[in-house]
């Protein structure tokens, strides 16, 4: 495969970088691009004091606006600066997807605008608590004596130096605001060295306000000119720091106002992005579009906002880290209800479901997808207390390094919880180089240990076609049996031994399905009758779906319904390939809930092929028709509402 290499160059351009997969090791990358569902608008609100802070706004359509905590100060201004005041907040996801940098201007306008010297770096993980150093250009760096000022700071990543770069205007003396640059240190406290020049436009006039973003691998630098006509300009380089910018003489601003401040963000899960700038002499506002980076409309009919910023970005965030900061600060009446499908956030295929008695939560059993030809290693486990809310319990099994027998293809896994002696043991089925392991915890989040060789590694004697894969374990509540169900192309079931990591002699079957039946065998008991479902269609097609059949026995025959389909797509909403279920049941009551996954959304429909390996999990209700059958699901973006 073609091998694309992305860069992320800044807060603005995120989303570009985090939808990006390195083909060539078939990796999913750290943050999907169709993840990211929200926007965080960070900006300060005036020229006094207590403007001088760090506000929050949020959307979910990057259009719409609403200020968090009653539009005060998230962040205490004279806690991390040394004026007590700051401004021009610019804030960047980091490489990892899960470490956020924001650099400010330490600066309260009320001591005049030739005032400071020195910017304020901040870090942090959750967007809510940050870690703060103040830089003093002038303090620190020799050479500095006559510096007057140092302004609206910003983040990128240089991935040719493999560091942050910190860009900022200065002005010395008499002479002219310049862009600078210098890289920072790992840990985000300090300047590696003294700044250097980034950016001097050919006019040699004043300029400030610096803001990159990169498209097609092209760095484009935006910039408000001050000697000359005020506005805002461009300047493109294929390497950011050669100094070698090729200007774009035209002004971009759609205003014959003065602006300052501009920045630009792509809107997430499209081509376009939006250049906004603050029109600071009205107190406003305006916001463009474009896809080309170059020709820009005005769509500030399009866009509201129940607070009014001043110089500020746009962050595009996932859903986990926008109720991270509305737990903190409230959810704004007037935002829209975040849909709650996906569940999980990342590529996921293949969900297994459990409850557990011992510690009283859900947990969510996946197939690790997005690696390229289903190439995944590992397995995860994600927890919750109310369905809706998934904590990520981390890696529980690793083939590579603790399957010797099975080392690859780590795919579609189950579970039960034993009590055993008085004690939980949890049993931990799984598929690794096409065959089928099992592992064993005292615990849902493991950590699991292999058994030491294949419970399933062999095609049954009268099958000629298919694989090994997609185990499921049911325990007959009537008898206290447990059986173990697998493969693909054919439907095997055979009694599990009471160690639970072995099969009882004698007991294999196969059980006859019509040919839909492609894979993903789950089996539940409800009112007497045990239901048995299945995916049919390829995992790489849209049509993939669930059916099921009814027995009156774990181990079948089946009788198929005439209309048994449990789940399939809605193309109309763009939900395709809803397969490879499990079931939960609400513990002692009648209440069911069909955990599926289906194509990445709105991605995994344009990826072709790839879309069978770039998947996530949903959840839906379940429900039943008096006489027993099921009633068709019916996949939804909304999902499911928490459970108490």
């Known amino acids: 495969m073609k091998k694309t290499k992305f860069s992320l160059v800044v807060l603005l351009l995120i989303s570009t970088f985090l939808q990006a997969q390195d083909k060539a090791k078939g990796v999913p990358p750290v943050?999907?691009?169709?993840?990211?569902?929200?926007?965080?608008?960070?900006?300060?609100?005036?020229n006094s004091v207590e403007e001088e802070a760090v506000n929050y706004a949020v959307s979910t359509d990057g259009y719409h606006y609403y200020a968090l905590n009653n539009n005060k100060p998230v962040l205490e201004s004279k806690a991390i600066s040394s004026t007590g005041g700051v401004r021009d907040p610019h804030i960047l996801r980091g490489e990892d997807g899960k470490t956020?940098?924001?650099?400010?201007?330490?600066?309260?306008?009320?001591?005049?605008?030739?005032?400071?010297?020195?910017?304020?770096l901040l870090k942090s993980t959750d967007l809510v608590n940050w870690k703060s150093t103040v830089i003093n250009i002038q303090i620190t760096f020799p050479g500095n004596e006559n510096l007057k000022r140092v302004?609206?700071?910003?983040?990128?990543?240089?991935?040719?130096?493999?560091?942050?770069?910190?860009?900022?205007?200065?002005?010395?003396?008499?002479?002219?605001?310049?862009?600078?640059?210098?890289?920072?240190?790992?840990?985000?406290?300090?300047?590696?060295?003294?700044?250097?020049?980034?950016f001097v436009p050919k006019s040699k006039g004043a300029c400030i306000d610096g803001d990159i973003i990169v498209k097609d691998g092209v760095y484009h630098l935006f910039y408000k000119t001050e000697s000359e006509t005020a506005g805002i300009k461009t300047a493109t380089t294929t390497d950011l720091t050669s100094g070698n910018w090729k200007e774009n003489d035209n002004y971009l601003q759609q205003t014959k106002e003065k602006v300052e401040g501009s920045s630009i963000f792509k809107l997430n899960n499209t081509e376009d992005y939006i250049l906004m700038y603050d029109v600071y002499s009205k107190g406003k506002y305006q916001f463009t579009k474009t896809k080309d980076l170059e020709n820009f409309t005005v769509i500030d009919q399009d866009i509201s906002m129940d607070f009014k910023p001043r110089h500020g970005t746009i962050l595009p965030i996932t859903r986990s880290e926008l109720k991270k900061m509305t737990d903190k600060w409230g959810t704004p009446s007037q935002l829209p209800k975040v849909k709650n499908n996906p569940v999980l956030e990342g590529y996921y295929a293949d969900p297994e479901i459990l409850y557990?008695?011992?510690?009283?939560?859900?947990?969510?059993?996946?197939?690790?997808?997005?690696?390229?030809?289903?190439?995944?290693?590992?397995?995860?486990?994600?927890?919750?207390d109310n369905l809706v809310d998934w904590k990520d319990e981390g890696i529980i099994l690793d083939l590579k390094k603790e399957v010797p027998?099975?080392?690859?293809?780590?795919?579609?896994?189950?579970?039960?919880?034993?009590?055993?002696?008085g004690k939980y043991k949890y049993f931990y089925y799984f598929t690794a180089a096409q065959k089928v392991g099992v592992a064993v915890s005292d615990n849902p989040t493991g950590p699991f240990k292999d058994s030491g060789k294949a419970i399933v590694a062999e095609r049954p004697q009268e099958i000629k076609d298919g694989q090994e894969i997609d185990p499921d374990v049911f325990t007959d509540p009537k008898t206290g049996k447990s059986y173990l169900y697998w493969g693909n192309m054919y439907m095997a079931v055979a009694e599990l031994n009471s160690d639970m990591v072995s099969l009882k002699p004698g007991t294999q079957k196969i059980i006859a399905v019509n040919p839909s039946f492609r894979e993903g065998t789950y089996v539940i008991y409800r009112n007497g009758k045990y239901y048995f479902f299945w995916s049919e269609d390829d995992t790489r097609s849209p049509k993939y779906k669930v059916r099921y059949g009814i027995s009156n026995s774990p181990t079948g025959p089946l009788e198929i319904?005439?209309?048994?389909?449990?789940?399939?797509?809605?193309?109309?909403?763009?939900?395709?390939?809803?397969?490879?279920?499990?079931?939960?049941?609400?513990?002692?009551?009648d209440e069911w809930y069909l955990v599926y996954h289906r194509f990445s959304y709105p991605t995994g429909i344009k990826m072709g092929n790839a879309g069978g390996f770039h998947r996530e999990v949903c959840i839906d209700k379940l429900e039943f028709n008096p006489d027993g059958t099921i009633k068709q699901v019916v996949p939804t973006h909304e999902g499911i509402k928490a459970i108490k």
């Open 561 to 589: 319904p005439e209309n048994n389909i449990v789940i399939q797509g809605k193309a109309e909403e763009g939900i395709y390939a809803t397969g490879h279920n499990s079931v939960l049941q609400i513990p002692n009551k």
């Open 405 to 421: 027998w099975g080392n690859r293809n780590a795919w579609a896994p189950c579970i039960v919880e034993k009590k055993i002696k």
């Open 31 to 46: 943050v999907a691009e169709k993840d990211l569902t929200a926007y965080l608008f960070v900006y300060f609100i005036g």
């Open 356 to 384: 557990s008695n011992k510690t009283k939560k859900y947990y969510i059993y996946p197939t690790s997808d997005g690696f390229n030809d289903w190439s995944g290693y590992y397995f995860k486990t994600f927890s919750s």
């Open 100 to 120: 956020f940098y924001m650099v400010l201007t330490d600066m309260t306008s009320s001591k005049g605008w030739d005032s400071n010297r020195a910017m304020v």
């Open 151 to 198: 302004w609206a700071p910003q983040t990128i990543y240089d991935a040719k130096a493999g560091k942050y770069m910190i860009y900022f205007s200065m002005q010395h003396g008499s002479e002219p605001d310049k862009i600078y640059y210098a890289y920072a240190n790992e840990n985000f406290t300090a300047l590696e060295s003294a700044p250097k020049l980034l």
